[in-house]
């Protein structure tokens, strides 16, 4: 019996197919199936059955033996004894298995190798292989002319499937033959087969084998009886190539040999212990004409291609009206941190504008690089991070798209599902109900559909949008339970299990989520993260002429423009895809109404606006019923809920025909979510706002501006604290009244009195610099004269925003606010990802003095002003601008530190400038910390620059993790030491120095004699010629008053050379020199005769 696969056309394009071609061996009388096993020769075979299944036997010669065992007893015949065929009974195999499954003992070996196989080789390839290898060939195709095998015969072992695909007993299991219906193998009649080794012509229904390494030139089964010699073909013809040996199994066909490439685990030696035969050469022919075989896949069952292509249609559908207008925003490589050294918490990591690194080619180009930096077999998880509104759900829907129209050719099948429709009860949930019925539409598949499905699960990417909805997923990657692929459980049990890559392992999962609170820790092992950066100023500008364009108003696309750039706080919240929109259709409703209309100023009056016709159009009280189940869900952390949650059936109908709530992707009809993140924000605010179940003393906590240690608001609905402020203080006839009537605010007045008293009492500089800005917002918003000038008058001199996000809505507020405050500012903006225009924005205040931000994003707004001939704002951002003190951390900063003394340089040397940069001129403390990898390399590149910094009084080169500079970077910074007139601190420490590098520290000291208060050699490697030579110099160490040589190698004798030239330094003033190579009885005789000489 012999099996193999052939190789049919695939109405799929090349390069949406990825398969390989394998082949097996079968054993039963019962399967059906084509292709040729290689055969070898034969030594005696002796002992158990298991050492016959270990060892290199072919099962063609198996048929062989256990014939000549049968009828022979220990009478020796060759395999082949006739010239011209030989006969193999099928049923004497079948014995053969019998008494093998008879065997105890032999049942057991079976059992713990198929636990091997589970365990080692878990791949779904040989199950899909034997169902489908045949499915499309019927008997007449088989006995063709035209028969190919893929040229990846050869190359690929056997594998093996999943675990779930197992039985679920692997003690008792054993190989069960196949039904004649799954069409796996050629279905052969009892009797006899004839094997022809040389025959000339192939006649009708004759099907003829070649392969190397079997002895004979070719092999012709047939079915009934054996043609005559004459009628059969000669070898040159169409052939099927036999099945290529294994490079470390010479000769093995059988399933249960593998491969090297199999165990990437085990060591060389148990690879080829059991090769006893040598590799079968092939001809220089034979190679050529296994090139020339077709590498063409086999077609997908027609079930499975109708699914494809009703799933591509699904996702192929472009969104209509303003939701289908496409913008492409930066993709960028996001990272986590830790929040604190001492914490062990992370939080996505706020990178310089000019370090940010975008995702080259855009989402189609980064998910391909992902997948291909991923291990082997293993699931990969990628995030995509952004704020409520960045457009995380539009460019989910965009990924699913781009793999409809071609454009994702390393996934086969793409799911996207909204976690809203996750958070279900029950647990008779299975894998199939996640892939098909919980997506924008639901699917029909067949269960042939999803077997095919499961078998190449890298081929697989399933979407999850909106993450953060999901009830605790952070318990998803830590949880140690999972289901198995057949059994119904839980929603959560089915995410848990595809998280602990125990269902579809191998596939791909792409999260989107608002990257807050505890799933951030969740996804620290992520693969794989990247962060949406929203729109820039230009992009929100063309968004605003596309969205009038597609609505059918170009005539109005130039005073839509006018009304936003009016309003530079609202252009600046542009920059948020959903905000953008919101935006332009309260400018399309008012200049319907007439030219004279402008845009209001803040974000609440920007949704009173909108919501404000729709409230009066509504039926009583339906507004505030509305907010009230906005607020109900925040709480829980939802966006969705059902029809029969709102208080009557009015109130749906009109907040649906509205468009205040819809139905979402992938909901049942019964569910409704809103619209927006942010609209469910400023409902559940003005919910806040109208009801009296809310207590006074309670309402501050919901600014969150200073959070409780004991039961804190978590502010799940982060916009709902700007809002709130908003709608509290703004006029009421213009904000509350306009949208509830004056009489439906009656608790208003003294909710304004309490949240006034509570922002009063506040002192901004005691805040946190996040928590600092949510106080510049929120007095903004409120429009209130005394709050915002109780706010603004209290900021402190000096803002550091060091590591905090600076947006740009950020950056217009704190403008704003320092404008306002009459005072003169410092500003430390480094780690803010800061846009280059909010930069320049706050840079060109008059009343900021200083400013520190990154090297490379300060000299990059330098180079933009000197092009666009800002000159008055050039010299202002240069003169403001300070590196002190500097601490070099990475090369990168050594490299940012050599551009600002080469812009010095530059500028030096032109005409119409003169004088130092202020950051280089008075830089006067530099540390360099890069450690023991980084810092020998970067070394040489500080030093070409450190004469530059002429004011440098402080130079430390100590590192907790050691520079290791060594004896070479001593001597190139001991050239530097005459242009280093003002240096006063020398911390050597820790860095690996000699006797060699104590020398030459010697040679260039003289020069700083004048200037040099302190010198540290902590920790290094100085013996006694060493400390001969620093005792030497420092009677010449005029102004030395510190130094300090502890933890080095000198002994005794360089102990005495010091201590006696300390005699001649009456200006020093400590000289600690401890160290354990030194007898402490010879340290104390030192101390006792010279008190300055310390031991701690």
């Excluded at 909710?751 to 500089?765: D, N, S, T, W």
């Excluded at 590192?959 to 242009?979: C, H, M, R, W, Y």
């Excluded at 030239?1061 to 101390?1087: D, G, Y």
Aim: a negative charge; one cysteine or more.
């Amino acid at each position: 019996m012999i099996r193999g696969r052939a190789a049919t056309d695939s109405p799929r394009p090349q390069s949406w197919r990825e398969g390989e071609a394998t082949s097996s061996a079968c054993g039963s009388p019962g399967n059906s199936g084509s292709s040729q096993c290689a055969t070898m020769e034969l030594g005696p075979l002796e002992g158990s059955y298991l050492e016959l299944l270990n060892s290199d036997a072919d099962p063609l010669c198996l048929y062989h033996i256990y014939d000549q065992m049968d009828l022979a007893g220990e009478e020796e015949i060759e395999l082949y004894s006739e010239p011209d065929t030989d006969t193999i009974n099928c049923d004497q195999f079948s014995r053969l298995l019998c008494d093998m499954e008879g065997d105890e003992e032999t049942r057991e070996a079976y059992a713990n190798i198929a636990e091997l196989d589970q365990y080692v080789f878990q791949d779904s390839q040989l199950e899909g292989l034997s169902k489908d290898i045949f499915k499309h060939i019927g008997p007449d195709e088989v006995i063709g002319d035209s028969m190919e095998m893929p040229a990846e015969v050869g190359q690929k072992s056997q594998k093996r499937p999943f675990p779930e695909e197992l039985p679920a007993d692997l003690k008792h299991w054993k190989p069960v033959p196949s039904s004649s219906s799954s069409l796996s193998c050629l279905n052969l009649p009892e009797g006899p087969i004839q094997f022809v080794p040389t025959v000339s012509t192939v006649p009708q229904g004759l099907w003829q084998i070649s392969g190397t390494g079997t002895g004979v030139s070719s092999i012709f089964i047939y079915h009934g009886e054996v043609p005559q010699a004459s009628q059969v073909p000669p070898p040159s013809g169409l052939t099927v190539h036999g099945l290529p040996t294994s490079p470390d199994r010479p000769g093995s066909t059988s399933p249960f040999a593998p491969s090297a490439t199999d165990l990437p685990s085990m060591p060389e030696p148990a690879l080829i212990s059991r090769a006893n035969v040598t590799e079968h050469k092939t001809s220089p022919t034979q190679r050529q004409a296994a090139g020339e075989v077709s590498n063409k896949l086999p077609k997908w069952p027609e079930s499975v291609e109708q699914f494809y292509r009703s799933l591509q249609d699904t996702y192929r559908a472009e969104p209509t009206g303003p939701d289908g207008i496409l913008m492409e925003v930066d993709l960028v490589q996001a990272r986590l941190e830790r929040s604190s050294s001492k914490s062990l918490e992370r939080e996505l990591a706020t990178p310089d504008w000019a370090e940010r690194q975008l995702a080259q080619g855009g989402l189609a180009e980064g998910l391909l690089a992902a997948k291909e930096h991923r291990r082997p077999r293993e699931t990969q998880v990628i995030a995509m991070l952004g704020k409520a509104g960045q457009g995380k759900s539009y460019w989910a829907g965009a990924v699913s798209r781009a793999w409809a129209c071609g454009r994702l050719p390393q996934y086969d099948f793409v799911f996207s599902v909204p976690c809203h429709c996750l958070n279900r009860p029950g647990d008779v949930y299975r894998l199939q109900d996640l892939l098909f019925s919980l997506g924008p539409r639901p699917l029909v598949a067949a269960d042939e559909v999803f077997s095919h499905i499961v078998k190449r699960p890298d081929r697989i990417l399933l979407i999850l949008d909106a993450f953060e909805e999901l009830e605790a997923q952070d318990g998803f990657l830590h949880s140690t339970c999972g289901p198995a692929l057949a059994e119904p459980c839980s929603l959560r049990g089915l995410l848990a299990g595809l998280f602990q890559k125990k269902l579809l392992r191998g596939c791909t999962l792409l999260l989107t989520a608002r990257p807050r609170g505890r799933l951030v820790q969740s996804l620290s092992k992520a693969d794989a993260l990247f962060e949406l950066s929203g729109f820039s100023m230009e992009q929100a500008q063309a968004y605003v002429m596309r969205y009038f364009e597609c609505s059918g108003m170009t005539e109005h696309q130039d005073r839509a423009l006018a009304l936003l750039r009016d309003r530079p706080f609202l252009l600046s919240h542009s920059h948020s895809p959903t905000l953008c929109q919101a935006v332009c259709q309260l400018s399309e409703a008012l200049l319907e109404l007439g030219e004279d209309a402008e845009l209001p100023s803040t974000l609440t009056g920007l949704y009173v606006g909108l919501l404000g016709r729709a409230a009066l159009n509504g039926p009583p009280g339906a507004l505030a019923e509305l907010a009230k189940l906005a607020w109900e869900l925040g709480r829980r952390h939802q966006s969705t809920l059902q029809e029969n949650q709102f208080p009557s059936a009015d109130v749906r109908t009109w907040a649906m025909a509205k468009g205040l709530v819809q139905h979402p992707p992938g909901a049942t009809e019964s569910e409704l979510a809103f619209p927006s993140f942010l609209l469910q924000c400023f409902l559940g605010a003005l919910w806040l706002a109208l009801s009296g179940e809310i207590k006074d003393k309670e309402l501050p906590q919901y600014l969150a501006l200073t959070p409780r240690k004991k039961r804190p608001y978590d502010n799940w609905l982060e916009g709902v604290p700007r809002f709130l402020t908003g709608l509290i203080f703004q006029p009421r006839a213009r904000c509350l009244g306009a949208l509830v009537g004056p009489s439906a605010t009656a608790f208003a007045d003294r909710k304004q009195k309490v949240l006034a008293r509570y922002l009063k009492r506040l002192q901004p500089g005691t805040l946190r610099a996040r928590q600092l800005l949510e106080l510049l917002h929120c007095a903004h918003e409120a429009e209130e004269a005394g709050i915002w000038q109780h706010v603004v008058q209290e900021l402190p001199a000096r803002l550091s925003f060091l590591g905090t996000r600076l947006t740009p809505p950020d950056a217009h507020v704190l403008g704003k606010a320092l404008e306002a405050a009459g005072q003169d500012f410092a500003l430390d903006l480094r780690s803010t990802g800061i846009d280059p225009s909010g930069l320049g924005s706050l840079v060109g205040l008059s009343c900021v003095t200083h400013f520190r931000a990154a090297l490379s994003d300060t000299v990059a707004l330098w180079e933009s002003l000197r092009q666009h001939g800002e000159t008055e704002l050039l010299q202002a951002a240069e003169e403001k601008f300070t590196i002190e003190p500097f601490k070099a951390k990475s090369l990168k900063d050594v490299e940012d530190l050599g551009k600002l003394v080469q812009t010095q340089r530059t500028r030096s040397s032109s005409e119409d400038t003169a004088g130092e940069l202020p950051a280089v001129r008075d830089l006067k403390k530099l540390e360099f910390a890069l450690g023991p990898i980084s810092g020998p390399q970067a070394f040489p590149k500080l030093v070409r620059i450190l004469t530059a910094f002429s004011s440098l009084q402080h130079l430390d080169l100590d590192a907790l993790s050691e520079n290791k500079i060594g004896d070479e970077g001593v001597s190139q910074l001991s050239a530097t030491f005459p242009q280093l007139k003002s240096l006063e601190t020398l911390n050597l420490s820790q860095n690996s120095i000699t006797d060699l590098g104590a020398y030459k520290l010697a040679e260039g000291l003289p020069s700083l004699a004048a200037s040099l208060l302190r010198l540290s050699l902590y920790n290094n490697c100085i013996c006694d010629m060493g400390a001969e030579s620093l005792a030497r110099v420092l009677p010449d160490m005029v102004s030395l008053r510190v130094m300090d040589v502890q933890y080095n190698k000198f002994t005794a004798a360089g102990a005495q050379q010091l201590a006696a030239s300390l005699r001649k330094c009456p200006h020093v003033e400590t000289l600690a020199m401890w160290t354990p190579t030194i007898p402490f009885s010879v340290q104390e005789h030192l101390q006792q005769q010279d008190s300055r000489i310390s031991l701690r």
